[in-house]
Structure formats: C-alpha cells, structure tokens
C-alpha cells in the first residue's frame, strides 16, 4: 500500500510558480557570477 | 588568544547545552524527542536544514579553497535549486503524508522489510564513521594551532554537542541550529567587513588583482567526466547527489519531518534553494579576499603551525633557506600587485596588461616555493599537508580584532555542532525505529523507547568521538568506508524514484538496489577519472533500470 502525498488541486500550479521563482533567483544569482568573471577574471 | 576570545567561547558552549537540556521539557514521548510532535514552524526547520549541511569544514576547507583555488568550487552547488524543487513535489509529500519517522521506513510501508532494513542498515554504517570524521576536521586544525591534544580537542566539541542531543531531542538540535546559523552567518559577514578595511587596496582593486591570478574563474563549461567541477557537472551531477542527500538522507529528511505540514516542510527547503548559493559564493569570496590580504601582508610559509615545527626540526637548514628564498618572492609578488593596482587607477589598457603578466610571474614564484616546503612538511610529519585548512584560522587569528577572533571560533564550533547533533539525531533515530522496535522490542511502551532513544544518541556520540579521536590513524579505514558510502548513496535514491513508480515491487527495489551499487562500484573500479558527482546519476539510474525489469518479471509470478 503506497500512502500518497496530501495534495491540493491547485498544487500544479503552486509548484510551477515556485519553480519559475526559484530559477529566476538563480539565473539572477548565475548572471551575478557572470558579472563577477567577465568583469574581473582576465 | 585574548582572554575575551576565550569568554566568548565559553559563554555560546555553556548557552547551547543550557538551552538544549531546557528544550527537553518537551518531549516526553518519542514522536516529541525525534520529531518534535511534527510541530516545528517552516523557517527553524529551513535553518535547520541549512546548519546541518553547513559544517566547519564549509568554515575552515571552503574559505581555504577559495584563497587558493578561487570560485570555481560554486558550481557544484548547481544542481541545488532544482534538486529542493523536484523533492518538494516527489519524496517531501510522500514522506511526510506518510507520518513516518525515518525515510526507511516509508520504503517497507512501499516494498518490504528487507529493503527498509538495508537502506537503514547503510546509513548508519555510513553516517556513524562520517560523524567522527566531522567532529575530526575541526578538532585537527584546533589542536595544531592551539597546541591541544586530540582528545580534548574532541572532547570540547563533542561533548556538549551529544549532552545536548541526548537529553533534549530534536527540539534542542533544531534550536540550536537556529542560533548556530545566525551566528555562522554573522561571523562570516563581519570578516567581509574586517577584510575590507585592512586591504590597502580598494575592494574593485582587490578584485581585478585576484581575477588575474584565475581566481575570479566560476564557471567551466567543458563537457569532461573527469573533472570533479563543471557547469554540467554541478547541474546533472550535483542535482542527482543533492536529490540523494536531501531526499533520501535520514540527517536531512528527519528535519523536515519535524515540519507542521507538508507545504511548511516544502518551504522549509526552499529556503536552502534561494541561499545557498549566494551564502557559498560569500564564503568562498572570503577565502579570495584572505588571498588578496596575504599579497600585502607576509603569510607563514606554512600556514600549519605543527607542521612548521616538525620541519624546522627535521630539515632546519634547508627550511630556514627556503624562507629566505619566499621572502624574497613575497616582496616581488607585493610590489607587482601594488603595480596592478595603480595600472588599474590609471586606466591605460597596455599598462594593465604588462602589469598583470609581471604580477602572475611574481605569483608562480610564490607558489613554486610554497610546493616546495608543502613537500617537505608531508616528508617531516608524514602525512598529506593540507595547509589548505590553516589558510583562515591563522588569519582569523593573526588579524582580527579581540572579540571577532573568538566570535568566529564560536561560529567554526557551531558549524561543527550543528552539524555532528543532526547526525546523531537521526542516528538514533535509525537504530530504534528501524531496528529495535522493528526487530527487537515491537510491544515496549513509550517510555522504554524514550530511554533507548537517549541511551543510543548518547552511545552514538561515544562512538563518533573515538572515531574522531582516532582519525589520524583509521584515515585509510574511513576512506573506505566514504568510498563504500558513495556506492550506495545515489542506488538509495533509485529506490525512492522507483518507490513512486506504480509498478514496482519489492523484488525489484531490493535487487535493484544491489544492482546499483554493484554498477557504481564497477564504474569506480573499471573507469576511475569519472568524477564521483557522476555517481549518484549513474546509480540512481541503474537501480530504476534493474528495479523496473525486476518488478516486470516479479510481477506475475506474484500474482
């Protein structure tokens, strides 16, 4: 018997803004690093 | 070290065991001592989670690395981000929904008990050497640069951390992460600040000269296996072994079990997919401005003060030629740096670039002596050197103000803490849930289990501190045992991927289990440059493949 998670009908959408939010911090977070190696990193 | 340095160390040791015995008025009964009566609110948990990953070697190897090797050593944090929001939507759920105490058990609730018993049965081989090996890291720096013996280097952080986790439950760890974690965070940032202020240069001066010695380098986009860290590398790898450790470790699952929902325990990780990256490239950025300081400042030529001792009386000539020979080195490499930074005042485009090019000459000199006495300290003490690790506690020591040297001391220990007081937690966790009450005692009350609880966390903690104590001379025995523990790491993951496959039996989980760590053992044996990060991928993935056809064929002799 599997027990299965506690899911809502909205729980798609929750998760597909929770994922487009957290790769938007993180392409913000990779540009930074870019940033840093274009700027400085000869 | 300044007495108020001392007191301040001191004072946060005796707080974290006060608070932690205080904390074990809660829990009376097991489901309070392992998971809090799962009523812990989502950021504690989050912290947490973030303190439990976060241990001194992140304090003392992690900002070496970054003075020596720069910020490449980001990019294995890649694949975090994605790997929290594929388990907040997978495992997190069903783990949680389950109202399970470990991660094993949910796998016998889904195939059978032979499967939860061995998964359990190779987390606690693994994680019980790994917990000595963590109290070890720190306890090994502290004992060379403070001239302690190993024991009472031990002794002092692991002692209270198992007082602590013994008699208050995972209340007490929780908590005192929380605390852990904002003192860690504050140690770190107050050095930035310390560092801006004593460079003489100005901090985008400081930058342009690091990023010309490579430095400044993140990322590395070649598609090359035996490379440890590269873009792809962090993202496929690093999903796959970040998958693993948060989904199916008990040290990680065990804190967001704790969680009061399953959306408090989602968030609970999220808040490690929005920080961790940027609270790693801040560490990693200490250890190249640390770099940048040592251009202005003359560093030890070993930054190990006992090995430094060991050289000096075994070879007291040679070593006495060679610091002559890296002053000299020292004063080139300070005038070219100081040259860099003017050229870069100046603007002029050529100047810059005759400028560097002295400056990385003058930098390969440097080196080229240091790997000279690194060698030598490996033939005097007959180890590795791993200077690497002394690269910030000498620096904190040399040249921070009274009161942020102890600060920062207080913050390694509690990175140390954190970390050692999650393991043995779910530690124990592990050997009463999935073997005494599974195996041995079903029918005991409560009570009882409450007492083995303790007696096992306590039992435990002994362990990991003799393990620690003993470091030095089990090193090749816990490096098989490390070795052997990334063979199963990412087949264990298979198995909870294959656990949400409907069509999958207990047959199948439990040989393909097997089968994937026999395929991961066989890659390691028979294509070695294959970085371990690829492990977790290629064993993850045999186990769904073995396990799939396993389960097909088992399927209708079941039925």
């Known amino acids: ?42 | 070290m300044h007495p108020l340095n001392w007191a301040i160390v001191i004072v946060y040791l005796v707080y974290v065991v006060v608070d932690g015995i205080r904390r074990s008025k809660d829990t009376h009964e097991i489901e309070g001592y392992f998971l809090a009566n799962r009523n812990l609110p989502w950021w504690a948990v989050g912290l947490s989670v973030m303190a439990t990953q976060l241990s001194a070697v992140t304090m003392i190897g992690t900002t070496g690395q970054g003075a020596t090797d720069g910020l490449r050593f980001i990019q294995f944090y890649f694949g975090l981000p994605i790997a929290m929001v594929i388990l907040g939507v997978t495992i997190v759920p069903f783990l949680h929904g389950a109202r399970v105490f470990t991660a094993y058990e949910f796998l016998e609730k889904r195939f059978d008990a032979r499967t939860r018993s061995l998964t359990s049965f190779l987390f606690l081989l693994s994680r019980g050497m790994s917990c000595g090996t963590i109290i070890a890291a720190p306890a090994v720096v502290f004992s060379a640069i403070f001239g302690w013996s190993m024991a009472w280097s031990v002794a002092l952080i692991g002692v209270p951390t198992v007082l602590y986790t013994m008699i208050g439950g995972v209340q007490a760890v929780t908590w005192a992460d929380v605390k852990q974690m904002f003192l860690i965070v504050g140690a770190l940032v107050a050095i930035v600040v310390v560092l801006v202020f004593k460079l003489p240069v100005r901090p985008d001066e400081a930058l342009h000269i690091a990023g010309a010695t490579g430095r400044l380098q993140v990322f590395d986009f070649s598609f090359d296996l035996s490379k440890t860290y590269t873009f792809w590398s962090g993202i496929l790898g690093g999903t796959f072994l970040m998958l693993s450790y948060f989904g199916t470790d008990q040290s990680q699952v065990q804190r967001y079990l704790t969680a009061r929902s399953v959306n408090e325990a989602r968030s609970s990780l999220l808040m490690s997919a929005y920080w961790k990256i940027p609270l790693q490239a801040l560490v990693l950025l200490i250890g190249v401005l640390v770099f940048v300081y040592y251009l202005f400042q003359a560093p030890p030529l070993l930054f190990n003060p006992a090995h430094e001792r060991l050289v000096r009386q075994a070879e007291p000539a040679a070593f006495g030629a060679l610091e002559t020979r890296f002053g000299a080195a020292f004063t080139a490499r300070e005038r070219a740096a100081r040259a860099v930074a003017q050229a870069e005042d100046a603007g002029d485009a050529a100047e810059q670039e005759a400028a560097m090019g002295v400056f990385r000459a003058r930098e390969a000199d440097v080196t080229t002596v240091r790997t000279e006495a690194l060698a030598m300290a490996a033939r005097a003490s007959g180890e590795p050197s791993r200077d690497v690790n002394y690269i910030i506690p000498r620096f904190v020591l040399d040249a921070l103000p009274i009161g942020l040297a102890g600060l920062f001391i207080a913050g390694v220990m509690a990175a140390a803490m954190s970390s050692i007081a999650a393991e043995l937690n779910s530690l124990s966790t592990a050997t009463v849930i999935d073997f005494y009450r599974r195996w041995i005692r079903p029918e005991a009350s409560d009570a009882h289990f409450l007492n083995v609880s303790k007696l096992a966390t306590g039992v435990w903690g002994i362990f990991a501190c003799i393990v620690a104590t003993f470091a030095a001379t089990l090193g090749s025995l816990i490096e098989v045992v490390n070795r052997f523990g990334s063979f199963f790491y990412g087949s264990i993951l298979g198995v909870f991927i294959l656990a949400m496959i409907p069509s999958s039996r207990g047959p199948g989980a439990f040989f393909g289990l097997l089968a994937g760590m026999a395929t991961v053992f066989a890659v390691t044996v028979g294509l070695p440059s294959v970085s371990f990060l690829w492990h977790n991928l290629i064993g993850a993935v045999a186990v769904v493949v073995v396990g799939t056809l396993v389960s097909a064929v088992a399927r209708p002799a079941r039925g």
């Open chain 1, 1 to 42: 018997m599997t027990p299965g998670p506690s899911s809502a009908p909205d729980d798609g959408g929750r998760f597909r803004l929770t994922l487009v939010r957290v790769l938007a911090v993180q392409v913000v977070t990779l540009l930074l690093l870019w940033w840093l190696q274009a700027r400085y990193g000869r």
